[in-house]
């Protein structure tokens, strides 16, 4: 398996997870126009062999293609084929597949992948990683991408012939795809990770988080209805269009964390919810002040009784 966008170097048995020895990266940056030799078939003596005892972390794209694939709602496919975690150096709940009792690919066999046309984006890449540095806490900040090689001893797909750049291996791979589709919400993660320890997402928007990246199903019913639809600017286009379309919505979906978590301009609250807000806010400190007035004066009339009562003692 491989890695894909990350903010560092990564081994490629994972899209957020670190492995513990990573000499197995080959010390050497790649560019597009790079080549590699490379060709994994069924021919091989280690074929499939690298679909184990891995951490695939799945994006809301993969968890899209692969459960259409199966013909299964979100709840399900999450239930049966996924397992939660934190995605590394976040507090950003999110799956990885759930490996079978022997620590397999659920979707491996002898013969190969049953889901090979709509494979994670992590399969996608191997033996190719690829950095992915951004400074992800200003928003639009320029990224810097490069790539490099994995070559671990039981891989014998190095031996093989074929020749490619990682351009003709990304094309070949279907990773463009996958990538242009993950984009925005890789982009979150990072900016996300950049943060760091200074900040904790709440538990309200950590289960916004988790819904909108795993489950399209119960995110339209939270878009669709009549309070968000009342508070969001949005247009009738961007309605009709996320009801039906299951794409357009996952994009959707990017923009509104994008909004929430990192107060992005991608979705605009309306302005007499602003002013809702405000007054309740005003009236609130109003109240709060009225209230610690009344204690003050409480206490002094308590103190000054006090007072009397001792000197009359």
């Not at 939270?222 to 357009?248: K, N, P, W």
Request: glycine share 4%.
């Amino acid at each position: 398996m491989s890695d894909s966008k990350t903010g560092e170097i990564k081994t490629a048995k994972s899209l957020f997870k670190t492995q513990n020895n990573p000499s197995n990266i080959v010390p050497s940056k790649l560019f597009l126009d790079s080549r590699i030799k490379f060709r994994c078939h069924p021919e091989v003596s280690c074929f499939t062999a690298c679909c184990g005892n891995i951490d695939i972390i799945l994006t809301p794209y993969d968890i899209l293609r692969i459960r259409k694939a199966l013909n299964l709602p979100a709840d399900e496919f999450l239930l049966r084929f996924t397992t939660p975690l934190f995605l590394e150096k976040t507090d950003m709940p999110g799956v990885k597949l759930h490996l079978d009792e022997e620590g397999r690919c659920p979707f491996v066999t002898e013969k190969g992948c049953t889901i090979y046309e709509h494979r994670p984006t992590t399969c996608r890449y191997y033996p190719v990683g690829m950095s992915f540095f951004h400074e992800a806490a200003e928003e639009g900040a320029a990224s810097e991408e490069f790539y490099f090689l994995v070559k671990e001893e039981h891989c014998k797909g190095h031996d093989e012939e074929q020749v490619m750049t990682i351009r003709e291996w990304r094309k070949d791979q279907g990773i463009d795809e996958s990538d242009e589709m993950n984009r925005e919400w890789m982009e979150l993660v990072m900016r996300r990770k950049s943060f760091g320890q200074q900040a904790t997402l709440s538990e309200p928007a950590q289960k916004i988080f988790f819904m909108a990246s795993t489950d399209l199903d119960k995110f339209r019913s939270f878009v669709m209805s009549d309070s968000f639809r009342d508070t969001y600017e949005i247009e009738q286009a961007t309605i009709d269009g996320i009801a039906e379309d299951d794409v357009a919505l996952m994009k959707f979906s990017f923009k509104y964390l994008a909004s929430s978590l990192f107060g992005t301009q991608d979705l605009k609250i309306k302005e007499e919810k602003i002013r809702a807000k405000s007054e309740e806010m005003q009236r609130t400190r109003g109240d709060a002040e009225k209230r610690a007035e009344e204690t003050y004066r409480e206490l002094l009339k308590d103190k000054e009784e006090l007072i009397a009562a001792t000197k009359k003692a």
